[in-house]
């Protein structure tokens, strides 16, 4: 496994591996990897000749006072995980590298911003994260070029912004979505989990509990009420019970597949929540199909 820092060592690389017909896999990271993003890593290279993994944990998609200082970089140890699942290369380039200050740095340089979805939930929550991450994402796959990239399916709403800016911009790159990883009790595998102290992870794992359950009532309902009006009540149920339960939920709801307000009709629905434990912001959701 080879590991670089440099746009031109990875052009170089890339454009060989091109010419010798070869399928380029990728996976997006920013680092402090678990068995989630290695679930990732062996998707891709079941689907690739090549895979690719970048490290870089992305200051333009933080907002002030968020976790980019404290996000822990831990290459070594990223770097002995890759190599044991078969990642072929590891890009990690500095901050320097991607947005540099003689180009006035991140802030200042082109982004893409996808409207409308961006700017609800986990956007409205964090404004202008999700024009940083379109504008990683975007840069990555113009460095890399890959045929296929692989995203984890817990970041619902970042995988719908990358799918429309990958359609709308027309970049080359199947996007390939990996269902949610978690851990033994439930609770979806996240970098930020380590913040979590050992009695928090199991008190996180009622995030799981809920969703399940929330499923069950929509699989089954049978009340006389409407079902937007089910879905209000339950929802409204479920945030009071896990704030009794020491979260401080941000948002738990029921949306069309695409984000959208349901209309009670469809048969597709996402269940999405974002919940603090103590002050770790934790997001989980579920697909439901019935
Ligand atoms: O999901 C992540 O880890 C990040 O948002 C990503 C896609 C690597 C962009 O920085």
Redesign the pocket.
Same mark, same amino acid.
């Given at each position: 496994m080879q590991i670089i820092h440099t746009i031109s060592e990875l052009r170089d690389l890339v454009s060989a591996y091109k010419k010798k017909g070869k399928v380029i896999g990728f996976v997006?990271?920013?680092g402090n990897l678990h068995d989630g993003h290695l679930q990732l890593v062996k998707m891709a290279l079941a689907q690739s000749d090549i895979v690719i993994c970048?490290i870089?944990v992305?200051p333009l $998609?933080f907002g002030e006072g968020e976790d980019f200082e404290q996000y822990p970089r831990t290459l070594d140890a990223d770097a002995d995980k890759l190599d044991k699942v078969g990642c072929h290369i590891i890009f990690s380039p500095a901050v320097d590298e991607m947005y540099p200050k003689s180009m006035g740095g991140g802030r200042d340089q082109t982004q893409v911003s996808v409207p409308g979805i961006s700017d609800i939930l986990e956007g409205a929550s964090r404004p202008g994260h999700f024009t940083g991450?379109a504008t990683?994402?975007a840069k990555l796959f113009n460095m890399v070029q890959p045929d296929k990239a692989v995203?984890?399916e817990k970041?619902y709403q $970042?995988l719908q912004v990358i799918k429309r800016f990958v359609r709308e911009l027309c970049f080359p790159v199947e996007i390939v979505s990996h269902p949610i990883v978690r851990e033994s009790n439930g609770l979806a595998m996240s970098s930020r989990n380590g913040y979590l102290s050992t009695d928090q992870k199991q008190q996180a794992s009622a995030l799981y509990h809920t969703l399940e359950n929330l499923k069950k009532k929509i699989t089954n309902h049978s009340s006389k009420k409407t079902p937007l009006e089910y879905y209000a009540m339950i929802e409204s149920n479920a945030i009071e019970n896990l704030n009794s339960q020491g979260f401080v939920t941000d948002y738990l709801t029921i949306r069309k597949a695409d984000l959208t307000m349901p209309t009670g009709q469809e048969r597709n629905l996402v269940i999405l929540v974002t919940a603090y434990l103590g002050n770790t912001r934790l997001l989980d959701n579920i697909k439901i199909s019935f």
């Open positions: 997006p990271t920013m970048s870089f992305n $998609q991450v990683i994402v995203f984890g970041d $970042q």
